[in-house]
Nanobody
Framework: QVQLGESGGGSVQAGGSLRLSCTVSEYTYRTASMGWFRQAPGKEREGVAAIYGGGTYYSDSVKGRFAISVDVAKATLYLQMNSLKPEDTAMYYC???????????????????WGQGTQVTVSS
C-alpha cells in the first residue's frame, strides 16, 4: 500500500512563502503521476498542481506563484508557494496515481493515493 505524508504547512502573512513536502513510501510506477490539491472550509477539493511525464501543470489561481517538483532520490514531492494570498488558505493534500491523468490532472478522482493533509493559513 502506497503511503503519502505531507508536512510544511503553517501560518504566514500575505506575501510570504511556504514549502510543502510530501514523502512517498515508494516512488515507482504506482506513483508516476503526483499532484497537490487543496480544500478550504465549505468548498470542493481543488487541484492546484501536478507533475508527470516530465511536465508540470498548474491551476490559473496559482500559476506563476507556486512551483511543483519532485526529488526522486528522496522520494519526496514539493510545492513551493510564493506570494501567498489569504485565498490560498486551505488544507493541502498530495496525491498520486500510476496513470497519466492528462486533462483530468486537477480532478481528485484521477488519483488513488492520498496523504492526510497539512494546513496552510495566510493572514492579511
Amino acid at each position: 500500500q502506497v503511503q503519502l505524508g505531507e508536512s510544511g504547512g503553517g501560518s504566514v502573512q500575505a506575501g510570504g512563502s511556504l514549502r510543502l513536502s510530501c514523502t512517498v513510501s515508494e516512488y515507482t510506477y504506482r506513483t508516476a503521476s503526483m499532484g497537490w490539491f487543496r480544500q478550504a472550509p465549505g468548498k470542493e477539493r481543488e487541484g492546484v498542481a501536478a507533475i508527470y511525464g516530465g511536465g508540470t501543470y498548474y491551476s490559473d489561481s496559482v500559476k506563476g506563484r507556486f512551483a511543483i517538483s519532485v526529488d526522486v532520490a528522496k522520494a519526496t514531492l514539493y510545492l513551493q508557494m510564493n506570494s501567498l494570498k489569504p485565498e490560498d488558505t486551505a488544507m493541502y493534500y498530495c496525491a498520486a496515481t500510476r496513470w497519466r491523468p492528462g486533462s483530468m490532472w486537477s480532478n481528485e478522482f484521477a488519483y488513488n493515493y492520498w496523504g492526510q493533509g497539512t494546513q496552510v493559513t495566510v493572514s492579511s
